[in-house]
């Protein structure tokens, strides 16, 4: 008997752990069940109904041309199976009710909105948070965005986004976890899990959304919507990670991006959409075209009308048309002209079908926003939450010392950002109110008293203020030191926001400069959207904080850190470029052919810039402390390791300096020979250590070889054996060195 239990023992110990699209499973075919039996009583005209997604006129416009007048007749004849952008729950309801008592078949809407970064709190932008490397505590922000969103009455979420991108002109960079595809799909999964909890049914869980698929990120010249020209090679080895992470985490939904693909949209890409996405990634839920982008492939060139566009889409899987509505207009002549089979029909109808049924809709289709939503938004806890992560996330970049400011210090506050409570709460506020934020001028009249903080706002974003340079020279000379917080306003930050030009403003440049005539101390509060060429600012300041757009609790942040109550523990997810034309640029480029191996490599056949460096001025997991932290005792415990099997590697972290503080202790490794070109350096893994002042860890990673797996010419993602090189430190250009094979 004894010999049966352990082997029962052993069999339930080897088993691989069910992903958790796996673990929904029971849920999966259940609904597929329950799809499959309503489909059977629908017409054509319904099943297209479900497959069509609007906006009303009134409601919140986030693309061109869109909405739709008569919604409740489309809703009363079963033609809209969802809406997005309502706000009022009230209103959401009143649509329900006339969609389950007065269509044929009652079948409930599902509503979808864009809660990026939080619903009524507003977390950091996505590339801030991504800067906390703290996997949990972003998890923690989508649970308590699902929750916020769930009482309002939405069931679905277009996040995460899981867009990869190294490209700064692009603005969209702020929705994002920046440029690398590790870091990126641990985010984009814990995302989800926050979002989706173990439950979709509950009434504090809601649907997330895998956008935009696929290689969004990646638009020529950084210009949004532009062309993405790659190979399938390049999209699976650099780009796909994330995306295959969210799905894993068992995502129900995803998005079709405006971009091409091959030459193709992606909304008419059945190679992405239904191979890739499903064949390859194993999606089992349903796709919803960005904004109009089933409509747009007449402008891509590759529909000659809306008719053919929907046919496109719906013969590559695509599931449902946001707001143009050539679905609703064509489906039924498609069907009848041979055009699509209404096999496909019934395919695409029960995927949707499916996701409402897990989402308990045909249970409950008011239970949304039925909750006590006193008791859900704006929870004291959730906000504090909030004013940690934005200190988490925030990165220091430079500090002469003049930071931790000192008790009863007379400061200087000056700039656009420094009093701007929308600004702070970055692009894709969804429930977001300004008028909670609590923005970085109370923060710090909070914390140090308000007689000692004397604001001036000193210019525009983009245009300099009558008097503005005067006054703010006038703050200044009571002051001890200058804290000048500038950067780019939310405007300049999210969709349709590229900029060929990442330096700062020249008003807010000529405000740097006047204050720097003063002799004062000058600490830059950098709050942005993106990586910015900010050289001209690390010149003359004498510490810079690149506080992003820290969201409604902002302001509480900024004083945590300035005033040393905490430490900086930040890190850089995407580089700081030296100058734009290093663009798109991240840190784990290929080595080329002729590589410049170090700054001070020079001849003239080498892959460099002849009037700029290679490297940028900030790299990639970059960010400083107010203590020091040491790497030492690198130790590889295998030093060979069978395939299969997992690589260990330990490394000695000290606080050497005076205070208590967290780093970022980041891994990475070179694969030194492989069948297709690999990064010079590539993350696979990290952990945030805090220790006080003086103490020391030893902190082991263990990566599984599946870590090292990589996408072959033959498309294929495996690992191979052969010899790597290992680093640990506090950014990409660690260090501490070691090496390993895999056998
Ligand atoms: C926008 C964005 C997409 C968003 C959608 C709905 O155009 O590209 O990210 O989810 O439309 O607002």
């Known amino acids: 008997m004894k010999r049966f239990l352990f082997a029962l023992f052993a069999l339930m110990v080897s088993m691989p752990s069910l992903s958790a699209a796996e673990k929904s499973a029971p849920k999966e075919s259940e609904a597929y069940k329950f799809a499959d039996k309503l489909i059977k009583k629908m017409t054509l005209r319904e099943k297209i109904g479900q497959l069509q997604q609007f906006v009303p006129k009134k409601g919140v416009v986030t693309g061109p041309d869109g909405g739709v007048e008569n919604i409740e007749e489309s809703i009363r004849q079963g033609l809209v199976g969802s809406f997005l952008n309502i706000r009022s729950t009230k209103r959401m309801h ?27 709190i507003i977390f950091p932008e996505n590339l801030a948070m991504s800067c906390s490397w703290d996997i949990e505590a972003i998890e923690r922000s989508a649970r308590i965005a699902a929750a916020e969103t769930a009482a309002i009455g939405i069931h679905w979420t277009f996040s995460p986004m899981c867009d990869i991108s190294a490209d700064s002109r692009w603005g969209r960079v702020s929705e994002g976890s ?11 999964a814990a995302m989800v899990r926050g979002y989706q909890g173990k439950d979709l049914s509950a009434d504090n869980t809601i649907a997330a959304c895998v956008k935009h698929f696929a290689a969004y990120g990646a638009p020529q010249a950084g210009r949004d919507y532009h062309t993405v020209d790659m190979s399938r090679f390049m999209l699976i080895d650099r780009y796909l990670p994330p995306y295959r992470a969210a799905v894993e985490a068992g995502a129900v939904t995803a998005m079709s991006s405006f971009n091409d693909f091959e030459g193709v949209p992606a909304s008419g890409n059945r190679w992405i959409l239904h191979d890739l996405l499903r064949g390859e990634l194993g999606f089992k839920g349903f796709v919803v075209s960005d904004w109009n982008a089933v409509h747009e492939m007449v402008a891509h060139g590759t529909a000659a009308n809306g008719k053919d566009a929907a046919r496109q889409a719906m013969n590559a899987h695509l599931n449902m048309d946001m707001v143009y509505g050539d679905y609703i207009k064509y489906g ?17 109808c029960r995927e949707v079908l499916a996701v409402k049924y897990q989402l308990g809709l045909f249970d409950n289709p008011y239970k949304y926003g039925s909750q006590n939503k006193s008791e859900v938004i704006y929870r004291a ?12 996330s925030m990165v220091l970049l430079s500090n002469n010392g003049v930071l931790p400011l000192k008790e009863g210090v007379k400061i200087a506050l000056v700039g656009p950002l420094a009093d701007n409570a929308r600004s702070q709460l970055g692009s894709w506020r969804g429930f977001g109110e300004a008028k909670r934020s609590v923005t970085i001028r109370e923060g710090l009249e909070a914390r140090f008293g308000k007689d000692n903080i004397f604001y001036a706002k000193g210019c525009d974003f983009r245009n300099a ?9 006038r703050v200044a000379e ?9 950067g780019l306003s939310h405007k300049e930050s999210g969709e349709a926001t590229s900029l060929t030009d990442i330096s700062l ?12 005539g003063t002799g004062k101390k000058i600490v830059v509060l950098l709050g942005t959207g993106r990586a910015m ?18 969201g409604t609790m902002e302001g509480p942040a900024v004083a945590d850190l300035v005033s040393g109550d905490k430490n900086p523990s930040g890190h850089l997810s995407i580089s700081f470029p030296y100058c734009v034309g290093q663009l798109p640029l991240h840190y784990n480029m290929k080595m080329t052919g002729r590589p410049r191996k170090s700054p001070q490599h020079n001849s003239k056949y080498l892959s460099r810039y002849t009037d700029a460096p290679n490297e940028p001025l900030f790299p990639f997991g970059y960010g400083l402390s107010y203590t020091e932290f040491e790497y030492s005792d690198l130790k590889v415990v295998t030093p060979n390791v069978s395939m299969g099997g997992t690589v260990k590697v330990r490394v000695k972290i000290s606080n050497t300096g005076q205070c208590a503080g967290e780093d970022v202790v980041q891994l990475y490794v070179r694969d030194l020979v492989a069948e297709t070109t690999r990064p010079v350096r590539e993350l696979k893994g990290f952990e945030r250590v805090s220790l006080a002042a003086g103490e020391s860890k030893i902190v082991e990673f263990k990566i599984p070889t599946s870590d090292l797996a990589y996408c072959h010419s033959d498309l294929k993602v495996r690992a191979d054996s052969g010899d790597f090189l290992v680093w640990v430190g506090a950014d990409s250009n660690a260090k501490l060195q070691g090496k390993f094979a895999i056998r």
Request: proline share 3%; charged share 30%; glycine share 8%.
């Open 332 to 348: 039924e002549a498609l069907v009848e002209e041979g055009e699509v089979s209404e096999k496909t029909i019934n395919q695409l």
């Open 94 to 120: 009143e649509l329900q009710r006339m969609a389950v008592k007065e269509s044929r078949l009652g079948i409930p809407l599902i509503f979808g909105f864009d809660i990026i970064h939080g619903c009524r």
């Open 381 to 392: 806890e959730n906000l504090e939450f909030a004013r940690e992560l934005a200190a988490k």
């Open 505 to 516: 403003p020249a008003p807010q440049q000529a405000l740097l400069d006047a204050l720097k």
């Open 478 to 486: 009571n002051a001890d030191v200058v804290l000048l917080s500038v």
């Open 465 to 473: 203020i009558e008097g503005g340079i005067e006054e703010a020279l």
């Open 178 to 188: 920046g440029e690398d595809p590790y870091l990126g799909a641990k985010i984009s």
């Open 533 to 550: 060429d900010i050289r001209n600012e690390v010149e003359k300041a004498d510490a810079v904080l690149l506080t992003w757009h820290g």
